[in-house]
């Protein structure tokens, strides 16, 4: 059984803004004063517009910074970087002209503007990624396709890179090397390390060939965004400067995503009304580590009233209802992604949420699903290393019960535990929300996110 993490208030985990840098330099530095100050000012002011400081119209209307901004995966994608790629975009749409170059959307138009950004879609494949020859085949179309279209965009003046597919910062190091812009490289996931992790990657030849196409273009960014310190650790181990690293958690939405009763529309139409409902709500991949909650069920049987219920799409959906059938373990139901709107009834009908990492991947990626438990208000057992970020948070902030990764019988007996009673799940449930009003939502990243585009807005214009 996990012992229990109950550790007062939430800490303090992030230190204050960093100092202005010139790019490659390390060194800081102030705005100088000469012919690109009115650019630099204005820049400014679009930033103190967004975080609600009063400014003169002139200001606001003033030329805005071009951000090209370069993933496979945004709206309408339910994967996890599509959904917070698009809420950041939309968010810096704000004070910034945004164009997003992304793969194919079957029936949506190849160029369209949705909520102040422009989306440009390139023609690329969509199988079904479960299989790697068939996600291969989705990322070297992408890729393609993408090169052609950012080389001949118009011009910006920042480049904003995430990491689908992994290797898409070679192609946007070339991108601002053609328009000698900024490159931010954000990253939510390290690679090939993780796949060799995973068993997923096992050629040696194939890993090393990845690295030569990813480290020199994180070594090479102005800016690199990592959502965790023990991933920063693991960015530096590639070679990259500490100096050019800035550690931005992801995040929740804490007004979209609210508590509500367990009792509510959505537990009622699935009959949830009266069990003590374990859930885990997000990605069903490999890094999730699900086989074990799984088979925990077969060590609960005798509890009359328990539900584990497994809400996603990914990689490992079909494999894993394969393995509840072979294990008859009738109290797991695997369900569908649900819609965003319905997240705060279906996040709140569990009593405590399941967010599980695969041993050995502490800051190679962080559960980005754990935000919205916090906004809902609900307690977490975190089946993961004690280094990675996910058990930090729960540690920190005293919203949960950790317990070793791929251990069924451990995760058993935290999920017993509760359910018995032996923890304080609405004091749990409390902080959890506590922090994510304080720290996790997303005008609290988005202010840093503005904060590292400033850094480099500023010393571009120079």
């Known amino acids: 059984m996990g012992d229990v993490l109950q550790r007062g208030p939430t800490a303090e985990l992030h230190g204050a803004s960093p100092e202005r840098l010139h790019l490659g330099e390390g060194a800081a530095a102030e705005p100088r004063i000469g012919t690109d100050d009115s650019e630099v000012a204005h820049r400014h002011c679009v930033r103190l517009a967004w975080l609600g400081e009063p400014l003169s119209s002139l200001a606001v209307m003033a030329a805005r910074t071009r951000l090209l901004v370069l993933n496979q995966y945004y709206w309408p994608g339910v994967e996890a970087t599509a959904n917070l790629l698009t809420e950041l975009c939309e968010a810096l749409g704000e004070t910034h002209d945004v164009t997003v170059i992304t793969g194919a959307s079957p029936g949506l138009p190849a160029r369209q503007v949705r909520n102040g950004v422009e989306i440009v879609r390139v023609r690329s494949t969509t199988f079904d990624r479960s299989r790697l020859f068939r996600r291969a085949l989705n990322y070297v179309s992408y890729v393609v396709g993408l090169g052609w279209r950012a080389m001949f965009t118009r011009r910006p003046d920042l480049v904003v890179s995430m990491t689908d597919p ?76 500490g100096q050019r690293i800035r550690v931005i958690p992801n995040w929740g939405d804490v007004v979209g995503v609210v508590p509500m009763p367990h009792e509510n529309e959505w537990s009622r139409r699935h009959r949830l009304t009266k069990r003590f409902v374990v859930m885990h709500s997000g990605n069903i991949g490999h890094a999730q580590n699900l086989d074990a909650l799984v088979r925990a069920a077969t060590f609960l049987r005798d509890l009359d009233d328990l539900a584990v219920v497994i809400i996603g799409t990914g990689a490992r959906r079909a494999q894993l209802i394969q393995l509840a059938r072979l294990l008859e373990t009738d109290k797991v139901e695997i369900l569908p992604f649900q819609e965003r709107s319905i997240l705060s009834q279906s996040l709140s009908t569990a009593d405590v949420h399941v967010v599980g990492l ?31 970020e996910t058990a930090q948070l729960v540690a920190e902030v005293g919203c949960g019960v950790l317990v070793p990764p791929g251990n069924p019988l451990a995760l058993a007996g935290a999920i017993r535990a509760a359910h018995d009673g032996e923890y304080d799940l609405v004091e749990m449930g409390r902080r959890a929300r506590a922090f994510a009003e304080a720290e996790g939502d997303r005008s609290i990243a988005v202010r840093r996110y503005l904060d590292v585009l400033g850094e480099l807005e500023a010393a571009g214009a120079r």
Do not use: C, H, N, W
């Open 166 to 241: 992994p290797f898409i910062g070679s192609i946007a190091r070339a991108v601002a090397a053609r328009f000698r812009v900024p490159l931010l490289i954000v990253m939510q996931d390290v690679f090939p390390e993780i796949a060799v992790k995973l068993g997923r990657l096992k050629s040696p030849v194939s890993a090393r060939l990845l690295r030569l196409l990813i480290d020199p273009s994180l070594r090479a960014a102005d800016r690199v965004v990592v959502i965790g310190q023990t991933m920063k650790r693991r960015v530096e181990e590639k070679g990259v400067s």
């Open 358 to 388: 695969a041993k050995g991947l502490a800051g190679y990626v962080v559960p980005s699903r754990l935000y919205g438990i916090l906004a809902a208000g609900r307690p977490v057992i975190a089946a993961t290393d004690p280094e990675s």
